[in-house]
């Protein structure tokens, strides 16, 4: 279950924004062996938001090793050649996760953008909720990304993080 | 939607509207540990849990462990279900990858806050066989950045409700395409709606684990959805209702039309087709709803203006083909909200809205196409459950965001079953269902007859300060919960998701349970000659009912121990009892109750003060055995909220006795008659 959060959320909330393309992806246990995680590598194309690097590795929990598969209903997924753009941040091990979830995962098909919330159980949170990630659905990348600028721009100085 | 291979994994059975996911080799998954499945929640588990950032994991007026009880029950408890947690143990465990051991944690540690920081509410971790599609281990993480609780705080997020769904997760579902059920994949913070399992539910645990001998008592319905060309319809959520019961359970046509609802108790049933085009889309349901067909409108057996209801029969199959129109729909229904009559404005959303038996409320639903002018009053209804749209309440309007929307006000039946209504709108060509949107659930009932002194529960007028106590149904949770002090010092008026009021005041509790509350009534309606008493559980309220109140209403405590003998203490501390009688000429403590407006004044909650100036009240006066005895004190007990203390000299001239009858006065008001202290 996932608190539903508005465009300006993940927009703000996350570290970076990145539109590329998924090159590969595998699984593995983490260090500690506790849980298994998925990792995509995603070669980025461009940087709407923080550091700007060739590629970023995305790890979202769940994923198959041996005969042992870890199953967490709701996690984004993605596969090689897939277009997205995508919303991280990093959590305390040093990994990139989607931010709200698949929330934070938008595919882009021929030209056009679609929230990927790929069954996650969404919760309203209490108080005003903003624009829906589902609202720019059909948008086409450039539509998007020219109004994701706008609220970045919108931001007040010196809020990235 | 392409997947890799763990999305291969997630895969799920779209046969039902429950959701069964399965190994990417096909096997479904399910628990060998089915009917004993044993977990442990984590000692930390406790009201007031804080984070590391200092924020309230567990708000301090919750009772987590019940809420955490009631959900593994809930599934226990399904009658056609082998499904069974064993009663948790509380343990100084944490998840640990797969070791076999289902905790369920709100604890704020690095490995919970790294596998719970997707920003998840709560998450289950099922480990599995990916062989056998046995699941071996199911740890629950609730997000211990995020703030729940058992009371239904604004902006928390309500335990048993979390619990309940994620349980569902790993007894093997995904989520369900209907709106009511635990499962669905969208609920809200400040709610409990979702914390009670609908028939769909229980559809998925009794087909993954049926209970023997269940089987032939249910039946089936399945058939085909096509297009009038004879086109099969992919992707088609069908619902069947039943008006008697208020059961809903759907299915999800497969590539080739053909559907099956299986799991549904004998009965008349309606049965109806819609497109997952809101509030269901194909993309909450994850992989199950690929190459979801939406471009058909919402069909009815028998047809959207007089459907056609079908006989379930247990252990049987009933047959039934559905045609639809191919084509955008033009009228869907997106979502609904509902709020009690006269309670203040409605918060609309893509999910169930609760309404309570008996219980009238104001309903608005929105989506697209709703502003045709051909859909009236009459062309709104509600399918399976006895909700009636009250004559000329009917409005049109629009959201904030722009969208069409009909408003109008309901009544529900007083005896209406608890379960779930579909909302019918039908225009002059089409229709559109907000399906199994609205569940019915249980509100807090009492009567007047019900409210009564809590030394005596003899049912009378009502006194400022005076404890009472309230019978009734669905008062609060199966366990008893004490009230405990706030910060404030005061007796806290909200105990595990159950308020009270008198006239608006909120009432000090001191117990809450489902069958009885004991709380004290506002010194606020001193003055008044009646007061509207409302009991709230869980966001659902009660009716009003109207209660007199009195200046004062004197009753001594009596014991329950079977001899009711009052709490009466002789001068030398020992408790007055037969055999043990109190002298002639000494003081004696007589514990009461009811005496009205104190004097300095009291807070409502507040205990008595603990050194002058003392709490008195005016006007006491006692007598034991037919003669006035001198009253040396009369107020409130120290330390105690709302206890009365009088400490009366026993006359010289009292007759002695086992049984010497011991009266208090306040003004015209006295205590019950045939209280007996003994004097010796």
């Not at chain 2, 084509?327 to 309570?356: E, K, M, R």
């Not at chain 2, 209403?553 to 002789?570: K, S, Y």
């Amino acid at each position: 279950m996932v608190p539903r959060m508005s465009l300006e959320e993940i927009t703000e909330r996350s570290e970076r924004i990145v539109h590329g393309r998924c090159l590969r992806t595998w699984m593995a246990w983490d260090a500690e062996r506790q849980f298994i995680w998925t990792h995509a590598e995603i070669q980025v194309a461009d940087t709407l938001k923080g550091a700007r690097s060739a590629t970023v590795i995305v790890s979202e929990i769940g994923g198959i090793v041996g005969d042992i598969g870890l199953m967490v209903e709701g996690m984004p997924r993605y596969q090689p050649g897939e277009e997205v753009v995508v919303f991280l941040f990093r959590v305390p091990n040093g990994m990139w996760r989607s931010r709200g979830v698949g929330q934070g995962k938008y595919e882009v098909r021929a030209g056009r953008v679609r929230a990927d919330l790929g069954g996650i159980a969404l919760v309203e949170p209490a108080g005003v909720t903003r624009t829906a990630v589902t609202s720019l659905d059909g948008a086409t990348v450039d539509e998007f990304k020219s109004r994701l600028r706008g609220l970045l721009s919108a931001r007040p100085a010196g809020g990235q993080r | 939607m392409r997947r890799l291979p763990l999305g291969v994994l997630l895969a799920a059975v779209a046969a039902s509207a429950f959701i069964r996911s399965r190994t990417s080799g096909g096997t479904l998954l399910r628990r060998a540990d089915f009917a004993n499945i044993r977990y442990i929640i984590n000692d930390q588990t406790a009201p007031g849990l804080m984070n590391s950032t200092g924020g309230f994991t567990i708000t301090p007026d919750s009772d987590p462990i019940a809420a955490l009880q009631a959900a593994l029950d809930a599934w226990t408890n399904v009658p056609t279900s082998a499904a069974a947690f064993a009663r948790p143990e509380i343990l100084p465990l944490g998840i640990t990858g797969s070791d076999r051991q289902h905790v369920m944690t709100f604890a704020d540690t690095p490995e919970n806050r790294r596998s719970a920081s997707g920003d998840t509410i709560a998450v289950t971790l099922p480990f599995i066989s990916t062989l056998s599609g046995e699941i071996v281990d199911s740890d629950i993480v609730f997000n211990p950045a995020l703030p729940f609780s058992t009371t239904v705080q604004p902006g928390t997020y309500d335990i048993q409700a979390v619990a309940l769904h994620e349980l569902g997760h790993a007894l093997g579902a995904a989520h369900s395409g209907l709106v009511a059920p635990t499962m669905f994949s969208r609920g809200r913070a400040g709610t409990s709606i979702q914390a009670v399992l609908t028939a769909d539910d229980m559809a998925f645990v009794t087909e993954v684990y049926p209970e023997p001998g269940s089987q032939g008592l249910l039946g089936s319905i399945s058939g085909t959805v096509t297009q009038t060309d004879g086109l099969p319809i992919a992707g088609a959520l069908v619902t069947a209702i039943a008006p008697a019961t208020g059961i809903a359970i759907g299915s999800i046509t497969r590539g080739n039309g053909t559907y099956a609802i299986t799991q549904a108790a004998p009965g008349q049933y309606f049965l109806y087709t819609e497109p997952m085009d809101g509030p269901v889309e194909a993309r909450d349901i994850g992989e199950a709803g690929n190459g979801a067909n939406t471009a058909f409108a919402t069909a009815f057996l028998g047809g959207a203006a007089a459907p056609t209801s079908l006989l379930v029969r247990g252990g049987a199959n009933t047959p039934a083909d559905l045609v639809v129109e191919a084509g955008t729909p033009p009228l869907n229904i997106q979502g609904g909200g509902a709020a009690p009559l006269g309670t203040g404005s409605l918060s609309l959303f893509a999910g169930p809205f609760a309404l309570n038996a008996g219980q009238p409320a104001v309903v608005a639903v929105f989506g697209r196409g709703l502003d045709d002018p051909t859909i009236t009053e009459s062309a709104v209804s509600f399918l399976g459950a006895p909700v009636t749209i009250r004559p000329g309440t009917f409005s049109r309007g629009f959201t904030t965001s722009g969208i069409p929307s009909l408003r109008f006000t309901v009544d529900v039946a007083r005896d209406a079953p608890l379960g779930v209504a579909t909302v019918l709108v039908r225009s002059a060509t089409a229709a559109a269902v907000f399906s199994a949107g609205a569940k019915l659930l249980p509100s807090p009932s009492f009567s007047a007859a019900g409210v009564t002194n809590a030394a005596t529960f003899a049912t009378g007028a009502a006194a400022p300060g005076e404890i009472v106590s309230i019978f009734g149904t669905n008062l609060g949770p199966a366990s008893g919960v004490s009230g405990a002090f706030d910060g404030g010092g005061r007796l806290a008026t909200s105990v595990a998701g159950v308020t009270l009021t008198f006239n608006g005041f909120r009432a000090p509790l001191y117990f809450v349970r489902q069958d009885q509350i004991n709380a004290q009534v506002p010194f606020e309606v001193a003055g008044q000659s009646f007061a509207n008493v409302v009991i709230s559980y869980q966001g659902l309220s009660s009716f009003a009912v109207n209660v007199p109140v009195a200046a004062a209403q004197p009753a001594i405590f009596v014991r329950l121990d079977g001899t009711g003998r009052p709490w009466i203490f002789n001068q030398d501390s020992t408790l007055n009892d037969i055999g043990r009688g109190a002298p002639r000429g000494t003081v004696v403590t007589i514990y009461a109750n009811g005496q009205g407006t104190v004097s300095p004044p009291l807070a409502t909650g507040a205990p008595g003060a603990a050194a002058e100036p003392f709490n008195r009240a005016p006007g006491v006066t006692a007598m034991i055995g037919g003669q006035s005895a001198i009253v040396h004190f009369a107020g409130m007990t120290p330390g105690f909220v709302g206890l009365l203390q009088v400490n009366a000299e026993v006359p010289a001239g009292a007759p002695t006795g086992p049984n010497v009858p011991v009266v208090v006065t306040i003004g015209s008001a006295s205590s019950q008659p045939n209280v007996m202290m003994a004097v010796q």
